[in-house]
């Protein structure tokens, strides 16, 4: 990595704290710093402008319905083929089950994303989506990928605008931000198995947008690609959110990279020959520069599953400010994960992560409205003394 030139570095810094647009080139050039704690400063200076010291989070829980999928994503270790050992694929009755198994949790969110099931029918997944709100009425449910909406074009033979009416009347509060990976064609083709790529992953935010929607916006990253396709990512959306204003969060998620399945000791992801996976230094220079380059999205997501607790903590010093979440079950990770992550967070212990990382933890909805705001935190020489409370 090279030393940037020092008046580069004067350049971008002065547009930083005037609050100019920073361009691709300056994307780039920002990736090749060898400033790790220069960019962390820049980021801060921007996710301070815009969220003070607070970090939001939600208590939410993950649900996946099935993990059949007629795709095979190279970077994949969730799907499975119809009549594969540990193929599931949820009746109604146990997705409310397993639902209302959280309800003393006092859960406000459900993160609901699936496989691209080649026999389900279409009526099954507004019908899901029914029985939950009956059960859980209070719970915003944020349901299915872009792909997944494209993929019920596809078996439903009626257009998008149809089939999110359909699932906002039985109450679908928001898309997930997920499908998106990197766009760029010349990675996406590599690693993506299905059609839906920027043109539909982009008209479906968007008419989720115009219905009213915020929508979140994720970015796959430390694989094959390079930071050249990361700026690309961000800049793709950054345009479309000047045009709708839609996206209320961006959120990098670190490519994970598997070994062996923890399920059944097979090998799926095809890629994991030629890669490795993005050391932390790298998962915060990208929330860095993410905060920098996406300066018109309001919130900057850690989910901290994918990057581990201390990665999470430092990343809220480089632009991240809102935590996800309190979740108890994630599939898609942990088929991948031989890290050591917690499958189990709740309310206290992401409250003593903030804390401990030096903010004020604030509750949010869905939509990013606030539900709690809690204490200030003690401030680093109040508590120098004091052992840290979470170890990660
Ligand atoms: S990433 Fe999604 S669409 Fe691709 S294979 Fe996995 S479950 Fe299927």
Redesign the pocket.
């Known amino acids: 990595m090279a030393q940037m030139d020092v008046g580069l570095k004067r350049e971008l810094e002065a547009k930083v704290y005037a609050g100019e647009r920073l361009t691709r080139e300056d994307g780039v050039a920002l990736y090749e710093s060898d400033d790790l704690a220069w960019l962390g400063r820049l980021a801060h200076h921007k996710r301070t402008e815009l969220n003070g010291d607070r970090v939001m989070f939600n208590v939410n829980r993950h649900l996946n319905l099935t993990n059949v999928?007629s795709?095979?994503?190279a970077y994949?270790s969730?799907?499975r083929k119809p009549g594969e050992k540990d193929a599931y694929t949820m009746r109604i009755d146990e997705a409310v089950r397993k639902a209302k198994e959280m309800e003393n949790e006092q859960l406000t969110e459900l993160h609901i994303v699936n496989?691209?099931h080649p026999t389900l029918p279409w009526r099954y997944y507004p019908k899901v989506l029914r029985e939950l709100k009956a059960a859980l009425p209070n719970v915003k449910l944020k349901c299915f990928t872009a792909?997944e909406v494209q993929w019920f074009e596809k078996i439903s033979g009626l257009p998008a605008s149809e089939i999110l009416d359909e699932l906002m009347d039985a109450g679908l509060e928001s898309l997930t931000g997920g499908g998106a990976e990197i766009f760029d064609w010349e990675v996406r083709q590599h690693i993506v198995?299905?059609n839906c790529h920027w043109e539909d992953w982009s008209r479906i935010h968007r008419l989720a947008h115009e219905k009213g929607m915020k929508t979140p916006a994720t970015m796959l990253y430390g694989h094959i690609e390079e930071p050249r396709h990361r700026v690309d990512h961000v800049m793709r959306l950054r345009e479309l959110q000047d045009e709708t204003g839609g996206f209320a969060v961006f959120i990098p998620l670190r490519y994970q990279h598997d070994f062996v399945d923890s399920a059944d000791g097979k090998i799926r992801n095809r890629i994991q020959a030629r890669t490795t996976m993005a050391a932390p230094a790298e998962s915060l220079r990208t929330f860095a520069v993410s905060r920098l380059m996406f300066d018109n999205v309001p919130h900057l997501k850690n989910f901290w599953v994918m990057h581990g607790l201390s990665v999470a903590q430092l990343s809220l010093n480089f632009g991240a400010d809102d935590l996800d979440g309190s979740v108890v079950e994630y599939k898609i990770t942990h088929d991948a994960d031989s890290y050591g992550t917690p499958t189990t967070m709740h309310r206290d212990d992401l409250l003593n992560i903030i804390w401990d990382a030096g903010f004020q933890p604030v509750e949010r909805n869905t939509r990013y409205e606030i539900v709690r705001e809690y204490d200030k935190p003690t401030s680093l020489a109040e508590r120098r003394s004091e052992p840290q409370q979470v170890w990660a």
């Open positions: 999928c795709a095979s994503c994949c969730f799907q496989g691209l792909t198995d299905h």
